[in-house]
């Protein structure tokens, strides 16, 4: 039986298609769009958050969207050990939510971001990660304005402690502290990243290098996820 | 009138890119710019430390993160019972 994983879409997404289209091609997974309003998850192997613009990015991205109705069953999902992946807008909002620790600031040098970086995976333990060794490097396309990742002394090293710092760039393009493309929660069943590998999981289009991180995900939804302690 | 203001410490990339130009333009010396939001609004209170009440929990459930950020609370014109 393939995984099924909710994309959910708010007003303004824009990336759920893609991302389910993805998820399916690449990981076999039965992957289907579930509406901001719905308050509940019946049935579902993981959850993703995809990028775009929720609620318009009003007062700040992620702000009203934390507020919208699954934002509840996500985090009940989540408290349950539910893989739940936000990818650029939805690390945004689960950073709002306070599922995942941080925020996400302007870019430095305050420009819009439309291009492959490189990423190292730094750590097995996520979700997202769980098929890929430590030390991989991987291109994967980031498009955004608000990435720049930013946590006080006392989070970063807890981060950096905890193993909890998921993906680096290799040349870090907007600023965020400790070249920070990527974390995740102390179980790592919630993982927030910039890049989007959904834009690079077909070698048609010259970018394959996202399909490691679907196929982990894919494989994590299939599984129950065990929790540390 | 809430404030929301960038904690101190915290990069400011607007803030930075403003005091980069302003030289530019013939503003010398200036510096610590910060830029932050001004969201003014009117609400139905019986005073103003009430109207201060409501605005602070607005202010830390939705307007500010305070994760990043900090507010500010000023009543410009008290309600007349």
Known sequence: MSARIGVVVFPGSNCEHDVVRALAVVGGADAELVWHGATELPGLDAVVLPGGFAHGDYLRPGALARFSPVMEAVARFAAEGGPVVGICNGFQVLTEAGLLPGALQKNAGLRFLCTTTRVVVCTSRSVVTAEVAPGTELDIPINHFEGNYTCDAETLARLRTEDRIVLRYRDNPNGSVDDIAGVCNEAGNVVGLMPHPERACDRLTGASDGEGLLLSLVASASRVISRPG | ?81
């Open chain 2, 1 to 81: 009138m809430v404030e929301v203001r960038l904690r101190p410490g915290i990069a400011d990339p607007q803030g930075a890119t403003i005091e980069r130009a302003l030289p530019a333009l013939g503003f010398f010396g200036v510096q610590g710019v910060r830029v932050g939001k001004a969201i003014r609004f009117s609400v139905e209170a019986a005073d103003a430390a009430q109207a201060t009440a409501q605005a602070q929990k607005m202010a830390d459930r939705l307007l500010a993160n305070p994760v990043i950020e900090d507010a500010e609370i000023r009543v410009l014109d008290a309600a007349t019972p």
